[in-house]
């Protein structure tokens, strides 16, 4: 797969439940290990040689624009009536050659964003085989709300929050590799979908502008799209909470330290 491919980051949301962290600042700025969220995402892209990263920001965009000058932005100035998928569609430009995307609030290694830029296949996951080690110490996640996913080899068959946990393969960590071929099946079928139900409810979404984008993705395999994944065993966390933002600077530093040893 060419290094052409485009990395994206979805990032407009305020991220809410970490309180007041991102009172002043955007949910990606919060601090493990000593880095910015989105420093940890862009080094994990740049080491998988992913270059010329697209943000797609909202909530504080100036802060990340003065700060990052070297980003591509989207704006998604509508961020507090939408969800991740209308974000991202926001990139759609930036999608012809390929892409690879990743929500901003989570910590994951190069090497499973490289697994995915290897795989053969148009639209690749990337999932995390032991999330469930993870949900232990999470009392504020619980494992309903993870985005879990059952797979027969590494080919998904169903992407589902309400999935039992123990029927899932793993957890879907927010990070995807779309082939130019896998950008244009995302983008047709997203339009498809739009044009039915804009302004409407559609799937589990109130709305369909508040859909999530693994709605967009079963929609896909039920129409049909293979989907694919790559597996991370437990190097990822999601800082979706305070508590999470806890679990993640007393973990992931060690997960760093154990990865270049």
Not at 67 to 90: E, G, K
Not at 195 to 205: L, Y
Request: glycine share 6%.
């Amino acid at each position: 797969m060419s290094p052409q491919l485009r990395p994206i980051i979805i990032g407009a949301g305020r991220g809410a439940r970490l309180k007041s962290m991102t009172d002043d600042q955007p949910k990606c700025y919060v601090r493990v290990g000593g880095k910015r969220i989105l420093d940890w995402t862009l080094e994990a892209f740049a080491s998988a040689g992913l270059q010329d990263p697209v943000f797609i920001g909202g909530y504080q965009i100036d802060q990340i624009r003065r700060d990052y000058p070297n980003l591509t932005f989207r704006h998604n100035a509508d961020w507090p009536n939408n969800n991740i998928l209308a974000s991202l569609i926001h990139a759609e430009q930036d999608m012809a050659a390929g892409f690879v995307c990743a929500y901003s609030d989570i910590l994951f290694r190069d090497t499973v964003v490289r697994r995915a830029i290897q795989h053969p296949a148009d639209i690749v996951l990337c999932v995390d085989t032991r999330w469930r080690d993870r949900y232990q110490d999470r009392s504020e996640h619980p494992e309903t709300d993870a985005e879990k996913l059952a797979a027969d080899g590494d080919r998904v068959r169903e992407i589902h929050r309400d999935m039992p946990g123990d029927q899932a393969t793993g957890e879907y960590i927010g990070v995807a590799k779309f082939s130019p071929a896998g950008a244009t099946l995302l983008r047709e079928h997203y339009h498809r979908v739009q044009r039915q139900f804009a302004g409407q409810p559609w799937r589990e979404a109130k709305l369909f502008e508040k859909a999530y984008l693994i709605l967009l993705i079963q929609e896909m395999i039920e129409q049909g799209v293979p989907v694919h994944m790559v597996a991370t065993q437990g190097h990822y966390i999601e800082i979706d909470t305070e508590e999470d933002y806890v679990l993640a600077n007393r973990d992931w530093p060690k997960k760093i330290a154990m990865n270049e040893q």
